[in-house]
């Protein structure tokens, strides 16, 4: 099949994912499949019940080329999506004696003593389809050919089974269904709100997408101060497309040159800090108080990070704010431990203690309680000293506890992070 694009559904199944459970798997599909040409037009999430998926599915397959299922195949009573596939599609259940003997041995090398009976139901595949094994679990996943051009797939829901099954998966839709060649490019921002990024990376999308032979597609998403924008581009060659997607990127660093922070899928702000302090030959410790530790926990996610964080100190309280940091009493009598001056004192403190090229210092009020009139819930102090200066920032942030210190956190990266950046 060749096309310009595609679009496919997805249907999550359990009765879990309409009670609060979050379900993660629309934005993986969704980001794995878009270098494929393959767009997600819809979701769907589906109770545990046959009646509904069987719907569900039928209506996918009359409208997409592609459906995609998720959940619903393990051993249990309400583990219904090979059943209501096999309606859907039209195609019986066949008890395949393989499959059967694969997960006698799966328990077997467990030192179960025996499958229980139940299990024996996760042998049963639509005729006519083949297996995708899965080799993290026992619910094997199915893939069906229902008409030419048309794929039908039923995956486990568990993360850990599923996400490792999606090379077979994605290799598999690349040969089905021929796009063009498309090139896709990440880049990520933090410091700008995501409607101002919107507003100045648009119009050179729109003028980009004027180009006779190219298509340009673009997804904008905000998340606790971060900004991620991806780029896909189509053309009739590959190297049109790489030509095409690295001009954009190239217009949009210039004009978004202050919040840019990296190129990539999975480059993170604590690594584009962590790779600036190692150009640097340089080091960093933290005082926090809010933030719990969650802005050293950030800094020690990767791994060779002990070469540039040195350590920190959760001080919550004045007296070790005291102790440890060498914060004046008198200055937290006269200021308040949320505020300028003991941000200012809590780096210059932990950086003199640990001899560090920088220190960092947060107090805020994370909340839900302890806010006042001139000191409300979200109101945070971030500190950063240098060997030249002492600079510090106040934001006030809204959302829930974790919003806030997660946000901090962001906001102190990326105060670090600016201190690279060429002097403006």
């Not at 090398?109 to 499958?115: E, F, H, S, T």
């Not at 030959?281 to 020690?300: D, F, M, N």
Request: hydrophobic share 45%; aromatic share 6%; charged share 25%.
């Amino acid at each position: 099949m060749s096309s310009m694009s595609v679009n496919g559904v997805l249907i999550c199944v359990g009765s879990e994912l309409l009670r609060g459970k979050i379900n993660t798997h629309t934005a993986t599909l969704a980001r794995r499949l878009q270098p494929l040409g393959i767009t997600l037009a819809r979701e769907e999430s589906i109770p545990d019940d046959q009646v509904a998926l069987t719907a569900a599915i039928r209506r996918g397959l009359a409208q997409y080329p592609l459906v995609i299922v998720t959940g619903g195949l393990g051993p249990t009573f309400d583990d219904l999506s090979r059943e209501a596939a096999a309606e859907a599609s039209g195609r019986p259940l066949i008890r395949s004696a393989a499959l059967l003997r694969g997960l006698k041995a799966k328990f077997h090398k467990a030192r179960y003593r025996a499958m229980p009976p139940m299990n024996a139901r996760q042998a049963d595949v639509m005729r006519g389809a083949e297996i995708l094994p899965n080799g993290f679990g026992t619910a094997p996943g199915q893939w069906l050919e229902w008409s030419p051009g048309k794929i039908l797939i039923l995956l486990p829901g568990p993360p850990r089974e599923l996400k490792p099954m999606l090379d077979i998966v994605l290799a598999r839709l690349r040969r089905v269904f021929k796009t063009r060649p498309r090139v896709e490019r990440h880049l990520h921002f933090v410091g700008i709100p995501e409607s101002r990024a919107d507003q100045k990376i648009r119009p050179l999308i729109r003028r980009y997408s004027r180009t006779p032979g190219v298509q340009v597609d673009f997804t904008i998403l905000a998340h606790l101060g971060l900004v991620d924008f991806d780029i896909f581009v189509e053309a009739d060659r590959a190297r049109h497309a790489t030509r095409m997607a690295d001009t954009i990127v190239k217009a949009i660093q210039q004009r978004l040159c202050r919040y840019f922070y990296g190129l990539g899928e999975r480059h993170t702000l604590e690594r584009a800090v962590g790779d600036a302090l190692l150009a640097a030959r340089a080091t960093v410790s933290v005082a926090e108080s809010c933030t719990g530790g969650l802005l050293s926990a950030q800094l020690t996610e990767l791994p060779g990070s002990s070469v540039y964080f040195l350590g920190g100190v959760v001080a919550y309280s004045n007296r070790m704010k005291e102790t440890q940091l060498e914060v004046p009493a008198e200055l937290l009598a006269r200021h308040g431990a949320v505020s300028a001056p003991v941000a200012r004192a809590m780096a210059q403190g932990i950086r003199a203690r640990v001899d560090s090229t920088y220190g960092i210092g947060i107090t805020g009020i994370a909340g839900p309680g302890g806010g006042t009139k001139d000191k409300p819930v979200g109101l945070v102090f971030i500190a950063l000293a240098t060997p030249q200066r002492t600079r510090v920032q106040k934001f006030l942030f809204t959302g829930a506890r974790d919003v806030v210190r997660a946000r901090a956190v962001t906001a102190a990266l990326d105060l670090l992070r600016q201190d690279f950046r060429p002097h403006r």
